[in-house]
């Protein structure tokens, strides 16, 4: 009995700060933000209860915006998931089959964004697209007598995509290459000497033996094209008009913008909810311990 | 024959997707390092006078910045939250190798409830808890809020940590009658300095490259590094040979951490523990 009571003491001596902290800084805001949602608070931060408002609001499209902002992140969703998953396993695919010094270059180019601040890589891409004569591509194109392209008027989604994209890519690119490395040999040298072609040894050979890497890091990407606004915001801010705000970028620009406390977490809370239901779905298909134990590989 | 002309398709296949990065990368430095640039990518004389925001001001609109306030602050930003992720995971981390409690999973499964409800969209929460326990638009209090976001994975890589100690040491340490805080501290804590080193570098890493946080919780009076790079694109006066320098300097300290990190904390102690490697 004794030594029970004393081996509470001392877990909960090692677990309290970590509890404490996250618990202060992670589940009160989780419960604040439900909070926040139902008031219409604002800059002068006065909780008035309003009840529904800010979710009718967002139903009932009263806001004019919420329609294009729907479709704004269901083609952001849709076309930079694949790019990222597809694009990863094609690049580590291809890198595999090369020499190692060149696989080595090709890779720590693609992991390159992983390496920088997020402001820094936002900026490159901003410069890189600048409309002006000054913007990189520009300027090359410039050198061949073509005139500037407003590349963020022109499809500033794609650019948006593309950002994220990448940095999606340099992520599932480290999981898929080292999960590729562990394949036994003997697979890939059985089919080569059947006569396999390079198509047909990924498809039929290593794509279905990385099913779990892939699933993982659907799941994993989708989380973060569904949550992520930072490198959005740092490239385009939503802009031009609206073009690529996507939802948990007007949550922010609602409630840091325009000082919308009270709606801005309405729409939050719709974020909070659609993940929570994603993320027990995802528990169903995998299993807790497989979700855990994935971690291990991504650091 | 055939094997060879693979090959090249690879090659160019990979070489294709690289190159507007290439362009990027090389124009970004290019750009920090020269006056002037030919075709985006082509340095046409080089030069530091970019970099002389190290020793005079940044023209920046009307007011004048030095940067070496700003870098302070970023360092005690990133700094307290490094520190803060690596005690707290130093604690944490040893109770989940060593010790059984329940509610083990959960804590463990931290990570991916943080990933799924992430930070980001909670930052208009978080902004009012830290402006009622009053610690919004204050370098600790902001940092401490970042820190709790990297605690979740920093305890998964010092549990690691922890596992590879043999338990012999710590039966032996609490036979000659060590607490179990005396163990943590005297004993665990000098074996496992790499992975000290590693939560402390991944806490700081994170705090110094971050936006968001910085952006929304701090008053933009209070700039760091990262606010500085965006406020500097925002007004769009500052060449951009100036801002690619400006970044440069922003990277560098992390790198230069690790390297200094690594070679402090690489040495592990011989161990003559049994069943030690």
Known sequence: MRKNSLKFHSHWFFLSPSVLLVSFFYFIPVVLVFTIAFTNMDQLFSWRFVGLVNFLRLFTLKDPLIPRIIKNTIIYIISGLPLTIIGAL??????????????????????????????????????????????????????????????????????????????????????????????????????EIDGASFWQTSRFIIIPLLKWPIMTMTAWHLMSFINSYVYIFLITGGGPYHATEVWALYGYNSAFKNYQYGYGSSIMVILVIINLVLLLVLLKIFGMRRMIERSRIEV | MKKIFDKWIIYIILSLIAIPFLIMYIAFFAQAFSKGILLGIIPQKLSFSNFSFLWSTIPWGLEKTRIWGIFLNTLLFASISGLAVTVVCTLTGYALSRLEFRGKAFLLSMQLILHAVSGQILLIAIFFLLLYTKLLYKVPGVALARASLEIPLGVWMIKGFFDTVP????????????????????????????GIGAVFIWGFLFAWHDFIYVYTLLPGTVPLLSTLVQGLLATEVVDYGIIAAISLFYMLPPLFLFVFLQKALMKAPIMGGKGMA
């Not at chain 1, 695919?93 to 402001?119: C, D, E, G, K, Y």
Request: aromatic content about 18%; charged content about 15%; glycine content about 6%.
């Open chain 1, 90 to 191: 094609f690049i580590s695919l291809l890198t595999m089959r090369i020499n190692r010094t060149a696989s080595l270059i090709f890779r720590a180019i693609f992991f390159f964004p992983r390496l920088v601040p997020p402001v820094v890589w936002g900026f490159l891409w901003m410069w890189s697209f600048e409309g002006t004569r000054y913007g990189v591509f520009n300027s090359i194109l410039k050198g061949f007598g073509v005139s500037p392209i407003h590349w963020f008027i022109e499809s500033p989604m794609l650019i948006v995509i593309c950002a994220n994209g990448f940095l999606g890519i340099s992520l599932a690119m480290l999981i898929f290459t080292s999960a590729i490395a562990s394949i036994p040999k003997d697979y890939t040298w059985a089919a």
């Open chain 2, 167 to 194: 338990w012999d040491i710590e039966r032996s340490a609490m036979i000659d009658g060590c607490t179990r805080f005396q163990l943590w501290y005297k004993i665990f804590l000098p074996l496992i300095k790499p």
